[in-house]
Structures are given as C-alpha cells and as structure tokens.
C-alpha cells in the first residue's frame, strides 16, 4: 500500500457538486427570503429563481443518480461503522493534540466514514424530504381541491422549512470540515483538479499504470 | 359617431373587444415563450420546444378565435419563425448529459436578466393618440343617422313625447325595457328568494327610496314615479334620452316638489332641446350611465367607490378599460345588454368564472374579466406567470389588478352618521365643507338633512372570500335590537368552497335610525311636500312614524340608533398591469394585504414559529459550536493550524 495521486473525481462528479453547491446557495437564499427572513430580493424575483434553481437542481440530481448507480460509484456511499471510532475520536479530540487524520482514501472508499454515513442521510432523507415538498409546494394549485388542502400545504412547508435547516446546517459544517486537516486549499482542490493522495495496492497502482494512466499522476 | 345607433355586424363575426384581446393576447403568448426560451435555451432545444409549443397553441387557441393559418402567422421584430422543425443535430451521447446539464444551468444563468428587465415593457393597452369614439360592445359602425328622422324633428312638449317617437321604429323596445332593473327597480334573489331592488330595499347611506321616490326616482329610467301609483305599464313612461342622448344638456329634476327648502335647489334650469337631444342619440357613453351610477348615494362617488365622474374621460391610469386614451371602453363593452338587460349584477355576483371565453357565438350573458380575459389570463413568459395563472383559481381578477379604489381625485363616503343629522341655524338647515378632494372640489362633510359624512380616497380595500352571494337585512329582517352591529349586506364563502375567491370590497360604516322596539330597519320618509318629511321638518320620530305607516309596516314607535356595514365588492378602476400589486404585497410577514384572510397557508406571510424558532436554535448552534471546536483548535498548543 502507498500513497498516490489519483482521479478520485471525475469530471462529471465535480460538475455536478459544483452546480449543486451554487444551486443550493441559491435555493438557501431565495428561500428564507420567501419564507420572510430578509427582502434582498422581491418576491417575485425570489420565487423565480428558487423555482428554477430547483427544477435545475432536479435534474442534475436525476443525472447524478443515474451516473452513481451506472458507474458503480453509489459504493462510495455505503454507510460502514468501521473506522467511525477513530474518525469521531479523531474530530472531537485527536484533532486538538495535533494528530493525524485516521482515514486514508482508499480506490474503491474515497470518503471516511463520518462522510459516508452523512452523504448517504443527505441525499436518501434531506433531500428527498424537500424536492418532494417542494415539488407539492409548486404543484398546490393542482391539488388544491382535495379536502384539507390548506392543512396539508402548512404541513407540505412544515417539512420543507425544517429540511432547509437541516441543510444550511449542513452546509456550515461541510464548509468548516474543510479548514480541519491539511490546508483548505488541499481540500478543495481534489474537487476542481479530481485528484488526491489515495492508498493504492499494488494491483490497483498496476491496473491504473496500465490500462488508465490518465488516472494516476 | 354621433347621431347614429350602430348595429350588429354578422352574428358570425366574434362579439365585443374579445377579438383584439385574443389577437393581443395570442401574440402575448406566441412572442413570450419563443423569446424566453430562445434567450434561455440551446438552439437545439429552443427549435423542438418552440414547434411543439407553438403547435399546441395554435391548435387550442384556433378553436377560439379565428386566427391566420400557421404559416402566415405574425412574426416578431422581423425574425420570422421557423416554419418547420429541422433535424436534430445527430447526438453525441458522450456529451448528452453534460450538455443537457449546462443548458439547464444557462438558463438559469439567463433569468436573472429577464427577472430585473423592465416589467412595463408595453403599456396596457397600448395608449392611442388621436380620441377614437368609445367602443360599446357588439355593436358598431352605425347604420342610422337620427338627426336625418322625420319623427325626431320634434317639437316635442316632454319626454314621453321623445319616448313615442322612439317606440314608433323600435316596435319592440318598449316590452324589452320594462323587464329591465333600470324600470322595475326590483330583483328577486333566486337563491334567498329576498325582494331585492332600490325600491324594497334600505341601504346606509341616504337610507331608502321606498316612500321617497319623488326625489330618488329621478335615477329611475322613466317619467313621474313618486308614489306607488306610477303605472308600470306604460311604455311612454320609459326615459330613453337618459340614458342614450349625448348632447350633455339632459337632467332630471325631481317627480315631485318636496318641501320649500329643498325645492329651491331645482329652480331656474336651462329648459332641455328635446328635439337636440332625441336627434343626438347613440349606444349609451360613460357619461350616460354615470349620470346616476357614478352618483349613487346621492353625490359624486358616495357610495360605490369604484364608480365615479372621475370615469366620464379617464386617463388609461385610472381605468385601462375605460381610458379615454386607451381602449375607451363604454361601460356597455363589459355590460353587454340583450334586449335591454345587461351582464354584471351586484345582487348575483359571479365570483369566480369557471367558462372564461367560451365558444364563439357564446358568452355575451356575463361581465366577468374571464368572459374576455379567460382562464389563464397571464401570458405565460415567466415561472412568476404560470404561478399567476395558478392563484386565478383562488384569488379575484380584481384582488391584484385594482390596488387602490376612489383613484383619480373623487372620494368616497366612508362613514355617514345620522345621529347628527337635524341641526339647524335659525330654524333652517345647513351645510359645512370640510373635505378637499384630489380633483380640488370641496365635499360636504355635515348637512342639516343627512348628518355627518367621512370620505377618504385612494383606499386600499378590504379582502375576503366571497362565493357571490349577498344576504340582505331588508325591511322584513328582525335583530336583536342591541347588537353592536348589522350587516346591510352580509356575504358568504370560505377556502372551502370551489366557488369562492378572495374579493376587495368597499367598506361602508353608517350609524342610522332603526325601530329599537321590534329590531329592524326602517322607511324614513324623507322627502315630501308634507308636516312629516325629515328633509325641511327634521323631526327623525316623525319621519319614520309615516315611513313605515304609509306600507302598513309595524313599528314600536321607538326609534334609536344603530351602527351599520355595507360591503360593495371592487370591480372598477381596474389599473393598468404594471401597477397591479406585486406578490410580495401579500406574501409577505408584516403589512400583507390579506393579513386578515383566514382558511389558507400564505407563503410569507405564514410559518410555523416553533418550527422556525428550533431552526434557528440549530442554525446558530452549530455556528457556535464550530466557533467553540475552532478555538479550542487555535489555542491548543499542538492544535492542528498549519
């Protein structure tokens, strides 16, 4: 085993974060506007953009899907509670003595375990939990007549509302993850450049040398 | 114009301004997608889109207006639209997704600019230049110069005269016009199954007509009603000039002389060129209707709020219908008549038109913005505009597109208080100016006969769901003689019912005389020549003792005061669209306009403060607990900082 620099992110998978952190910042604050918190846009612009940042952020998840689940890449995300000691440990206590960082990106596992677990909760319950109210939100005017509308679309935002918490939580800590370790800088990079320092077996150092070179610095 | 009463083109042809609506509004539509996508979009799928749309609306849009074949449809700024598709560039699946992707966050990218561009991009309607005559619905073009009549020539001794005249050409008039509420002053609610009408009913502002015709009858469209022996049978009584001669030298006087005091206002008028005014005749001008609809309750704009002189030649600011440099519609263009009985009723009220246009040949039976409009009135160039189309269901035409009534520089009466009415100065009565309105004139703010008035201006009605129907407290209702207060007019509807949609109204606010002993409204005999007429004697006991006696009606012979409300639903001073309100005057948490709506979840206005209050607590926590990690970070002396 040693450490490589290798494509751990493809050029669609860094298209496809960076598109989703712009529509997601747009979503956040197109968002609160309409819910009241701040008037930086009229209501009118705000519900424009929120809308179609949403239907654009649709369909780069509905590609997103399909790529993970084509390209074998949704493995990336199985939550596993091995290593999630030494990474908890690590952020709650290591961290502070000046330690390493316990996890090494391995070629088939390029996010720690922590990372894992909370991808996984984010795209199988945030997100699901808003685009579907959110798509009931937009689509009110169709179900409109049903008894108990009105209950409904006040519990349909209720959910909406307590999902875009959840996910501007997530955003400050994702953000702040990244000052942790090395420099912000190198962790940033692996997703504009696509490669990081990955612990390779030597068959896998092999494959890559061989049959996709462009994938191994 | 003048002079002459337009006929009907070919029944095939479409009726009312519909047609240049639609025109309009097809290239609305037509011009919108395609520049909308075209800005946004790849070419590519700016030329499938664009054909299928384009193919759908025409093909929908087709079976309602007679429209150009495809191919020579309008172009737009010398583009000319595609006339077929062309073939697909051939895919290169490699960069299928990707592509796909950046269009989608191109468009994105684009809307912002579409988003801040200039919302009055056109004027609506578009404002002419030269003064064209006012359009009143089906009917124009004229076949008939009247002053070229014989019969007209006159001399003519009175009205009835003119009236006969009239009958002898137009055989069947006569009969139309005394179905007509303008004759009969009497309407009965199908649903309640309530006499409705100005002749049964009490209203809060100058009370009832019923016993006062001598002076209100002078709005009635015929001749000599002041008792309840006028014989309503009588074609020759009909008043066609009122409403159809455009000379502007025709009045009504009383039918009756009432007392002294008041008579003396009517002396010393100019006599009417009947002859003039029978050869002047037309479809009936803004002028003409406003003659009694834009001074209801007895001076100019006093009781609707939304119909005033204001209208007689309004800038297209006031009134994007009426716009005397606009569309300069008369108020028949909406009101279309059949045999003499006109659409729109505030009596049955179509809150929420679920027909729109109709088929051609159809829907000339109602006043509704959707009879011209549609169901999907927005020009769909937006996401802002689907949303639009969306709230038609919920929300009135008129709710967002009339944002202020009593507009153009005449007020409204707010608050009428009879309690004050009676007050004399040397035994006579009086008169104090208290108000200057927009336009510069002074209003009465107290009168001797009528007590003292609030007016305001530039009102921002009230809103509520309003399912159309009005259940009045006539003379047969009883209350409870110490309820805080009555509705003249009570209306109903909620979120829960599909034909309900949240209306503006006017707000009326009267204190009046009510017979405390046995709860209802009274007759106040107001105007005659006789000891008991409250205007010339001012004794209130009197009044209402020989109101109500002359209809054989029962009183305690106890009179009080009692606060009253009359709601009046906004539907005129319809503002052009760029000054209709913008969502964020209802979405909004502090100072929504439909702050007081209940039964819906407002985005804006509405959230869950618990829900919001825990978000917040998580928000900031976290921040603060990050801070709290980053310190210790910081000042751990072998803290991970490099």
């Not at chain 2, 206002?265 to 609809?293: T, W, Y």
């Not at chain 2, 937006?382 to 709230?391: G, R, T, V």
């Not at chain 2, 006017?506 to 107001?526: A, F, I, S």
Request: some cysteine; charged content about 20%; aromatic content about 12%.
């Amino acid at each position: 085993m040693a450490l490589h620099r290798v494509k751990i992110f493809s050029l669609f998978e860094r298209f496809w974060h960076w598109s989703q952190m712009l529509l997601i910042v747009v979503l956040l604050i197109t968002g609160f506007g309409l819910h009241g918190f701040h008037n930086l846009l009229s209501f009118e612009q705000a519900v424009t953009l929120h809308t179609g940042a949403a239907l654009a952020l649709l369909v780069v998840w509905a590609f997103g899907t399909f790529w993970l689940f084509t390209t074998r890449n949704w493995r990336h995300f199985i939550p596993t509670a091995s290593g999630m000691w030494g990474v908890l440990r690590y952020y709650s206590f290591g961290i502070f003595r000046g330690e390493r960082h316990p996890y090494r990106k391995a070629y088939w596992r390029k996010h720690n375990p922590l990372q894992a677990l909370a991808y996984t909760m984010l795209k199988l319950v945030l997100f699901p939990a808003i685009w579907i109210s959110g798509l009931a939100y937009l689509f009110y005017f169709a179900w409109r007549d049903i008894p108990d509308a009105t209950a409904w679309l006040e519990g349909i935002a209720l959910v909406h509302t307590a999902a875009a918490f959840a996910i501007l939580t997530f955003v400050f800590i994702h953000v702040y993850m990244l000052t942790t370790g090395h420099s912000f800088r190198d962790h940033v990079m692996p997703m504009i450049t696509g490669f990081d320092e990955v612990d390779l077996t030597p068959e896998e150092e092999a494959y890559l040398r061989k049959d996709e070179p462009e994938q191994i610095r | 114009m003048r002079g002459r009463i337009h006929f009907a083109q070919p029944p095939m042809l479409r009726h009312r301004p519909r047609q240049i609506l639609h025109q309009g509004l097809h290239q609305g539509l037509h011009q919108g997608l395609h520049q909308g996508l075209h800005q946004g979009l790849h070419q590519t799928l700016h030329q499938t889109l664009h054909q299928t749309l384009r193919q759908i609306l025409n093909q929908s849009l087709r079976r309602f207006v007679q429209v150009a074949p495809a191919d020579a449809q309008p172009t737009q700024e010398g583009r000319p639209a595609p006339k077929q598709a062309r073939s697909l560039p051939a895919f290169r699946p490699g960069l299928t997704a990707l592509g796909t992707l950046v269009l989608v966050l191109t468009a994105l990218a684009a809307m912002p600019s579409a988003l801040f561009a200039d919302a009055s991009g056109w004027p609506t309607p578009p404002a002419s230049e030269a003064p064209k005559p006012q359009v009143s619905g089906p009917l124009q073009g004229g076949t008939a110069d009247h002053s070229k009549f014989e019969e007209l020539k006159g001399p003519f001794a009175n009205g009835s005269e003119v009236t006969e005249a009239c009958l002898g050409c137009h055989t069947e008039t006569g009969e139309h016009f005394m179905q007509n509420i303008h004759w009969t002053w009497s309407y009965q609610d199908p649903n309640t199954g309530q006499q409705l009408g100005k002749r049964y009913l009490i209203n809060n502002f100058c009370t009832n007509s019923r016993g006062n015709e001598g002076m209100c009858a002078q709005c009635h469209a015929g001749y000599g009603w002041k008792d309840e022996d006028f014989d309503f049978s009588d074609e020759t009584k009909i008043d066609c000039l009122v409403c159809h001669e455009t000379t502007g030298t025709y009045y009504k006087t009383p039918n009756s002389e009432g007392h002294a005091a008041c008579s003396v206002m009517f002396e010393g008028k100019e006599p009417i060129d009947l002859a003039a005014a029978a050869q002047s005749v037309d479809l009936p001008q803004r002028a003409n209707c406003g003659s009694c609809h834009f001074n209801g309750g007895g001076g100019d704009n006093v009781k609707h709020g939304d119909l005033s002189t204001a209208l007689i030649e309004p800038p297209r600011t006031l009134d994007v219908h009426m716009g005397a440099d606009g569309l300069n519609f008369a108020c028949t263009a909406c009101h279309v008549t059949n045999k003499h009985i006109w659409a729109g009723s505030r009596y049955n009220v179509v809150s929420k038109d679920t027909e729109g246009t109709g088929l051609p040949g159809q829907r000339t039976d109602v006043a509704t913005c959707e009879s011209c409009h549609g169901l999907a009135p927005h020009p769909v160039d937006s996401l802002a505009a689907f949303k639009l189309n969306d709230h038609v269901q919920s929300v009135a035409c008129q709710t967002c597109h009339i944002p202020e009534f009593a507009r153009g520089g005449v007020a409204t009466i707010v608050d009428w208080d009879w309690r004050t009415a009676g007050k004399t100065r040397d035994g006579e009565g009086y008169h104090e100016e208290g108000y200057i309105q927009g336009n510069g004139e002074h209003r009465y703010t107290y009168k001797s006969i009528k007590g003292d008035f609030t007016y305001d201006e530039n009102i921002v009605p009230e809103y509520d769901w309003f399912d159309g129907q009005m259940v009045y407290t006539t003379i047969n209702t009883t209350f409870d003689p110490n309820a805080d207060s009555i509705e003249i007019n009570g209306f109903s509807g909620s979120r829960e019912d599909e034909r309900s949609r949240i209306w503006p109204f006017k707000r009326m606010h009267t204190w009046q005389p009510y017979d405390k002993g046995h709860g209802t409204l009274v007759y106040t005999h107001l105007w005659g020549e006789d000891e008991a007429a409250y205007w010339g004697n001012y004794d209130m006991g009197a009044a209402i003792e020989k109101g109500m006696a002359d209809f054989g009606l029962d009183y305690s012979g106890e009179y009080g005061f009692i606060e009253t409300i009359s709601w009046w639903p906004i539907t005129h001073m319809v503002a052009p669209k760029e000054q209709a309100l913008a969502c964020g005057d209802c979405h909004a948490p502090q100072d929504s306009r439909l702050a007081e709506v209940k039964g819906i979840y407002l985005p804006g206005r509405d959230r869950n403060a618990w829900l919001d209050n825990l978000g917040t607590i998580l928000v900031f926590g976290t921040l603060g607990g990050l801070l709290i990690h980053a310190g210790i970070r910081f000042f751990s002396p072998k803290g991970d900082h490099h």
